[in-house]
C-alpha cells in the first residue's frame, strides 16, 4: 500500500510536495473509520482512497504526470543508452529551476515491510538515489551520490554492480538490478507493476484486459453482475469472434509501385450486449443483440473497461490513480464505487483508489474522511502547491462542499471578471 509521496520541481510544482496517504488522528464518524486499513505493525492506518479538487490549470493532471513519470522512468531508466538524455519536465517559471535538480521520493509497504526509495536528477545524471527498508527499524540497502554507491553487504547484486561499474550516470541501480535479478529490486517491481495510472478519457486502454476476463466464466459472472447491478439494462455481454482482413500499406523506395497493399486474413473479436426487448403490455418478447462500441453509452463503456481492474485490484491489492475518475459516470455509480473502495471487509489486499475530479457532489455524501480530501493551488508565481483538508479546522458535521465552493479553502477558479468579458464582445 502507498504511504507517502514526495517530489519537487516537476511540471507545475517546483518546492518540494508531500501527498500521503496516512491516515490522520480526528475525530471521525464510526462509518468514516472503515476507510481505512492497517498495513504493519508500528505503522498508522492507511487510507483506501484519496480525491484532490483543484481549479482548471492548478496542478490535478500535473500530480497524476508526475507519479507517472516517476514510475516510467524506474521501469525503462536501465534500457536507456548512455547518451540518451533524461527527458524530465522541470517547473519553468522560475529562472533557477531549469538549471536544478528534480527529486522523488517514494514509500510504500508490502507484506509488513516498509520499504523508502528516491532519487534525484536533471537531464544529464542520476545526481542522488536511496533505498531503505524498515520491519522494526530502518535499515540502509543502498545510497549513492554522484559516482559514489554505498550499498549494504547482504544485497550481493547490486554490491558487484556497483563494484564492477555497472550503473550508468542516466540509469537507476534500482532498474539494473532488477534486470540482473536481485530479490528485493523484483520485490519492488512487482509492487510498482501494480499501480496503475488512468485518465478518466483513457480508460479504453484497459479494455481488452477486462475483454479478455470474458473467456473466464467466473470472472465473466463478475463482470456481468457489476454491469447489470449498474442498472444498464445489459442481460448478457459475449464476445463473438468472426474472420476478418485486416491491411497493410507498405511504401517501397525506388519501385514504380510506390505503395504495396497487404492483406492477411485475421480473427476480429466483437463485443456484444444483450438486452431485452418488451411488447406494448410492457411484457418481455424476447432479446436483441446490439454492438458494444456503437449502440452503448461512453459511461457503459469506461465501466466495463474499468471492471476488470478494479476486481483484480480488490482481488490482489494495488493502487489505482485516475485524472478525473467520474467522468462520464453518473454520480451515484461513482459513489457506489468509492464506497466498495473504503470498505476493509470487500477490500481485503487494501487496494487503493486515487482519484481527481472537480464533483463536488462527493463531498456532500458523506464517504470520505478530511484526511482522504486533497487540494491544489496556483500561488502568484505560477507554483502548483497541494494540501490537506486536514490543514483546515473543521467540525465533522460541517457542509465541506459549501466551504469548499464559498472558497474557504483556496483551489478554486476566481472568475469576477469573466461576464465582463463577454459583455465587452457584444461591444
Not at 498495513?39 to 483543484?54: C, D, H, Q, R, T
Not at 534525484?120 to 554522484?146: A, D, H, M, P
Not at 493551488?377 to 479546522?393: A, Q, V
Amino acid at each position: 500500500m502507498l504511504i507517502q509521496f514526495k517530489f519537487n520541481n516537476i511540471y507545475s510544482f517546483y518546492k518540494e510536495q508531500t501527498f500521503s496517504m496516512v491516515s490522520a488522528p480526528l475525530r471521525a464518524s464510526k462509518s468514516q473509520y472503515s476507510n481505512m486499513l492497517s498495513a504493519a505493525k508500528n505503522l498508522p492506518p492507511l487510507l483506501l482512497s484519496s480525491v484532490v479538487y483543484g481549479a482548471n490549470a492548478s496542478g490535478k493532471s500535473n500530480f497524476v504526470k508526475t507519479i507517472d513519470f516517476f514510475l516510467t522512468f524506474i521501469n525503462e531508466s536501465s534500457l536507456s543508452k548512455p547518451e540518451t538524455i533524461i527527458l524530465v519536465p522541470p517547473f519553468l517559471l522560475n529562472t533557477n529551476s531549469k538549471n536544478e535538480a528534480s527529486s522523488f521520493e517514494i514509500i510504500f509497504v508490502k507484506a509488513e515491510v516498509i520499504y523508502r526509495y528516491g532519487f534525484e536528477l536533471n537531464s544529464k545524471e542520476i545526481r542522488k538515489e536511496w533505498l531503505y527498508v524498515k520491519t522494526e527499524r530502518e535499515s540502509l540497502v543502498f545510497q549513492r551520490e554522484g559516482e559514489s554507491i554505498n550499498v549494504n553487504s547482504k544485497y550481493k547484486i547490486s554490491r558487484d554492480l556497483a563494484k564492477k561499474k555497472m550503473i550508468r550516470k542516466n540509469a537507476l541501480l534500482l532498474s539494473v538490478a532488477a534486470q540482473f535479478n536481485e530479490p528485493i529490486a523484483i520485490t519492488m517491481f512487482e509492487w510498482f507493476q501494480s499501480f496503475f495510472r488512468i485518465s478518466g478519457f483513457n480508460d479504453s486502454v484497459f479494455r481488452n484486459y477486462t475483454q479478455n476476463l470474458l473467456k473466464n466464466d467466473i470472472e465473466k459472472l463478475k463482470i456481468l453482475s457489476l454491469l447489470k447491478n449498474a442498472d444498464l439494462g445489459i442481460e448478457d455481454i459475449l464476445l463473438k469472434e468472426q474472420e476478418g482482413q485486416s491491411f497493410s500499406f507498405t511504401f517501397q523506395l525506388g519501385s514504380q509501385e510506390n505503395v504495396k497493399e497487404e492483406r492477411q486474413k485475421t480473427i476480429l473479436q466483437n463485443l456484444i450486449t444483450v438486452k431485452n426487448i418488451y411488447n406494448k403490455a410492457g411484457e418481455m418478447s424476447g432479446q436483441i443483440e446490439m454492438n458494444f462500441d456503437a449502440q452503448e453509452s461512453e459511461g457503459t463503456q469506461k465501466l466495463f473497461h474499468l471492471s476488470g481492474l478494479f476486481f483484480y485490484l480488490l482481488e490482489n491489492g494495488g493502487v489505482m490513480l485516475i485524472d478525473e475518475f467520474d467522468a462520464k459516470l453518473h454520480p451515484l455509480l461513482t459513489i457506489e464505487l468509492i464506497t466498495i473502495i473504503n470498505n476493509p471487509a470487500i477490500n481485503i489486499y487494501g487496494a487503493q483508489l486515487i482519484f481527481t475530479t472537480h464533483n463536488t457532489n462527493l463531498l456532500a455524501a458523506k464517504i470520505f474522511r478530511r484526511d482522504q480530501v486533497w487540494f491544489t493551488e496556483k500561488n502568484r508565481m505560477g507554483e502548483s502547491l497541494m494540501f490537506s483538508l486536514y490543514d483546515f479546522k473543521q467540525r465533522n458535521d460541517s457542509d465541506i462542499e459549501k466551504n469548499y465552493t464559498n472558497g474557504r479553502f483556496g483551489a478554486i477558479p476566481y472568475l469576477n471578471n469573466l461576464k465582463e468579458t463577454f459583455q465587452n464582445s457584444e461591444n
